[in-house]
């Protein structure tokens, strides 16, 4: 049984249609299949039909993986040990929510340059993904794996244009507090949140960390005596939306940042009001294995709670709603106001190359050269 729907884009009118074609003997599982694109409903049904003719022909099993779903279940089988698991689940949603239904049920070899083509148009210009290159790169890469496999015998994704955004003029604006925002915010958390919170975001203010970092830490990676915080691991999201402790994604991320004597009091004061908190309730939190923050049952904080957290605060202060990240952004915005080199600032933020600092704070930098030359034009006077 097949359904039909007429969508629209910018570029007119056009038809999907899914379709369930029967029981998969080899998995015991529903074989359905789904594809959009097409200028008119009977152009859909058209390739129905012809897949229902096939089926009838040849069957649904497949004794050899040539069609593109299988040759990707065969792919991921490798690929998936080399790869960390939330690096795995990312590919894997861009596989199931645009590149399988279009490509997922034809014979590799069947699909011609001219449809990887029209997919590329529709990433770029229809959907606006910013990240459509990824999308054609990961089509390639799977073909380059079936010709290696000798299940295709060419790479359509070659002969393609590449196609080109054209250049965004507008300057990429990052979001941060002022000096003043920034004491209202964290003096409201003070105020009226819990300790737990307001440690956490006085601890994002005066490191700079990711909120996978802040989230990740445990008590060994702050060191009271030299007054460190040491960033080794980081908070993300697995298979199945599990939460799991993983390395920094670059050696760069990797790095100790210093403390000042504020911070390590508050972060003193927090492990008191954990252990005690916690204790009431049966649990130990003097690991050193301890995560700093946690949830009631001492489990991982969802990646989501700091963004409400935050957006509650900004709301009694009246502040711009940001995000946890904009502390970030505020942090190394605050450091090159005073004069702090960027090398300083890309270590203390582990950026992996200086220029990825230079890139993302090019604003704070313009208004320093603007500083520096009304200094020259005193001097001169």
């Not at 916690?278 to 939190?285: D, E, M, S, V």
Request: charged residues 30%; aromatic residues 10%.
């Amino acid at each position: 049984m097949a359904t039909y729907k007429e969508y629209k884009t910018k570029k007119g009118k056009y038809w999907a249609v899914k379709a369930y074609l029967g029981i998969d003997p080899l998995t015991n599982k529903q074989v359905n299949t789904e594809k959009r694109g097409f200028k008119s409903r009977k152009e859909a049904k058209v390739f129905i039909d012809r897949k229902a003719l096939e089926i009838e022909k040849n069957g649904i099993a497949r004794s050899k993986a040539t069609d593109f779903k299988a040759v990707y279940e065969l792919w991921l089988q490798t690929y998936q040990l080399t790869v960390k698991e939330s690096s795995l689940v990312k590919l894997k949603q861009k596989f199931n929510k645009y590149i399988l239904p279009e490509f997922g049920e034809s014979e590799m070899d069947k699909i011609k340059p001219a449809d990887v083509q029209r997919f590329a148009n529709f990433m770029c210009f229809e959907k606006e993904n910013k990240h459509y290159k990824e999308y054609i790169s990961n089509v390639s890469r799977l073909y380059e794996f079936a010709i290696r496999q000798g299940l295709a015998k060419s790479n359509p994704v070659k002969l393609i244009t590449i196609p080109k955004k054209k250049a965004d003029l507008s300057e990429k604006k990052i979001h941060f507090f002022t000096k003043d925002q920034l004491k209202c915010f964290l003096g409201d958390a003070d105020q009226n949140e819990s300790s737990k919170i307001f440690t956490f975001f006085h601890l994002a203010a005066f490191t700079g960390c990711r909120q996978g970092e802040l989230l990740g830490l445990q008590w060994d990676a702050i060191d009271f005596e030299s007054k460190t915080l040491t960033v080794r691991q980081t908070l993300t999201r697995g298979e199945n939306r599990r939460l799991y402790l993983e390395e920094p994604k670059t050696r760069k991320s990797r790095r100790v940042i210093p403390l000042d004597d504020a911070t390590v009091s508050i972060l003193k004061k927090w492990r008191r009001t954990q252990r005690a908190e916690w204790l009431q309730i049966g649990i130990n939190t003097m690991d050193a294995k301890q995560l700093l923050f946690t949830t009631i049952d001492n489990e991982p904080i969802q990646l989501s709670h700091p963004r409400l957290w935050m957006h509650r605060i900004c709301k009694r202060c009246e502040l711009p709603k940001l995000s946890p990240h904009a502390l970030r952004h505020t942090y190394a915005t605050m450091l090159i106001s005073e004069g702090i080199d960027f090398k300083t600032v890309s270590d203390l933020l582990g950026h992996s190359t200086v220029s990825m600092t230079l890139d993302t704070y090019a604003g704070v930098y313009e208004e320093k050269k603007t500083a520096a030359v009304n200094l020259l034009a005193n001097i001169m006077k």
